[in-house]
């Protein structure tokens, strides 16, 4: 066995250190996880439904000291933590109230006497989860899945053991059966064998391309249904209609959500010539006020990216790009000291070829490009091979809908931020993945759709 740490980011010291599971640990543990479906799986909607509200209760007790473990372990600002964790309860609350109208069975005539489509449970889900929202990312897939009578088996990233963990107790004292949600403390090469194992039914991934192309070729090669939420790099249109104050506020804010650390964070501010150097000034402007600081400070907005190697290779980038020409207006540089901070940045006049235009900058770096008019925004915003979200703003809301009718995106809002939220279905294209959580659609994507025929 192998030990799993976590480390702040804030200071550099190791925070905690758990042993990972053994083979023949994760095997029985799967095992007992299937016992528990096989049980959960009759259990009518309205204990499913007491369940998910119980475990929003508990949440919400324990807010304050879940939102300080996600400081600790991968920097999260706690004034977010909390949110992150309200998102959650509610994400509960959710499901509790509509996922029995949602798993509802429909009539569907035929040239039967009586002929309807059911919802029934799928088995066992393995959700392979990501750090950048520990919580949020397993609740969003977790109390669908559950809801609809599956069980649930997470491997969380390996970065948040000590998240990971307290998930399991929520779910625990929430009053879940024993064993339905279990968590399992092992790294990406053992998870393998437990999608492989015939109890696992189906399998969620929220990460990178990379991983989501060796899940679902695997989930592949043994026949299993799989959901994927990868990565994006979110256009962010700014018209010559725009309200240029709101959209550069709204915009800064949309960079550097987790410290934009955020798969539908703004990342390429796709501006119209007429006024690209005011927009420019006052998103220099709210960029510059936000406050960079330790995470556990309720003053900070932006706390430390989740580990060294990340903040090196978002430096990489934004050095790569001021090589190529790119105009650095803000950051650009990580501050000394302990900690893996990295301040909000800003590269205006990004082209292609340019690592801010062509990859992901999984940082609070902005990419701010200019464009002649609408048929040129298009043709950059589409020119991604992600399609996560993609916002565009225009005073003139029909104008905004009849971009985003030709976006390339999973999402578009106009004059708004994307985000999640569990009445909306949420999901991407291309290299970001397939399949949706949330909504009516998320919660039927892990359910046996079976058609029921009575003579």
């Not at 550097?256 to 650390?261: F, L, M, P, S, V």
């Not at 082209?351 to 902005?366: H, I, K, T």
């Not at 578009?412 to 290299?431: A, E, H, M, T, Y």
């Amino acid at each position: 066995m192998t030990l799993m740490t976590s480390v702040d980011p804030a200071t550099g010291l190791v925070v905690d250190a758990y042993q990972s599971m053994a083979p023949e640990v994760v095997a029985e543990t799967v095992a007992r996880t299937q016992e528990a479906w096989l049980a959960w799986r009759s259990t009518g909607l309205d204990e499913r439904a007491a369940r998910l509200r119980e475990l929003a209760m508990v949440v919400r007790r324990q807010r304050d000291e879940l939102a300080r473990l996600m400081a600790r372990e991968m920097g999260k600002a706690v004034t977010e933590g909390r949110g992150e964790l309200e998102k959650c309860a509610a994400v509960c609350e959710y499901y509790a109230e509509q996922g029995a109208g949602m798993l509802a069975p429909e009539a569907a005539p035929s040239d039967a006497a009586r002929s309807y489509v059911a919802f029934r449970p799928l088995g066992v889900v393995l959700a392979v989860m990501p750090w950048n929202f520990p919580f949020w990312q397993v609740f969003r897939c977790a109390a669908p899945a559950l809801m609809a009578g599956n069980g649930l088996l997470l491997k969380h990233a390996s970065n948040v053991p000590g998240c990971a963990l307290a998930l399991e107790k929520l779910f625990a004292e929430a009053g879940f059966p024993a064993d339905l949600f279990r968590t399992l403390l092992v790294g990406s090469r053992q998870v393998e064998p437990v999608i492989r194992h015939p109890a696992v039914r189906a399998v969620a991934l929220t990460g990178s391309e990379p991983a989501g192309r060796q899940v679902a070729a695997l989930a592949g090669s043994v026949l299993k249904k799989t959901v994927l939420e990868l990565g994006g790099s979110d256009p962010f249109i700014v018209t010559d209609g725009a309200d240029l104050h709101l959209a550069a506020t709204v915009g800064a804010r949309a960079r550097c959500i987790n410290a934009g650390q955020s798969c539908i964070a703004a990342k390429r501010f796709i501006v119209y010539d007429a006024v690209y150097e005011a927009f420019l000034d006052r998103f220099l402007a709210a960029m510059q006020a936000l406050r960079v600081g330790p995470p556990l400070e309720e003053e900070t907005e932006i706390g430390p990216l989740a580990r060294a190697d990340l903040r090196d290779e978002l430096q990489q980038q934004v050095a790569a790009s001021v090589a190529a020409g790119a105009r650095l207006l803000l950051g650009g540089v990580p501050p000394e000291g302990p900690g893996c901070y990295y301040p909000p940045t800003i590269l205006a006049d990004v082209r292609p070829g340019m690592p801010a235009y062509d990859q992901e900058l999984f940082g609070p770096v902005a990419a701010v490009i200019r464009v002649a008019d609408a048929e040129q925004a298009l043709r950059v915003a589409n020119d991604s091979p992600y399609g996560l979200g993609a916002a565009v703003w225009d005073r003139d809301a029909a104008r905004g809908e009849a971009l985003a009718a030709r976006i390339e995106a999973g999402a578009v809002f106009v004059n708004g931020q994307v985000k999640s939220d569990p009445r909306l279905p949420f999901g991407g294209i291309k290299d970001s993945g397939y399949g949706r959580e949330l909504s009516s659609y998320g919660l039927r994507e892990f359910v046996n759709i079976q058609t029921v025929w009575v003579r």
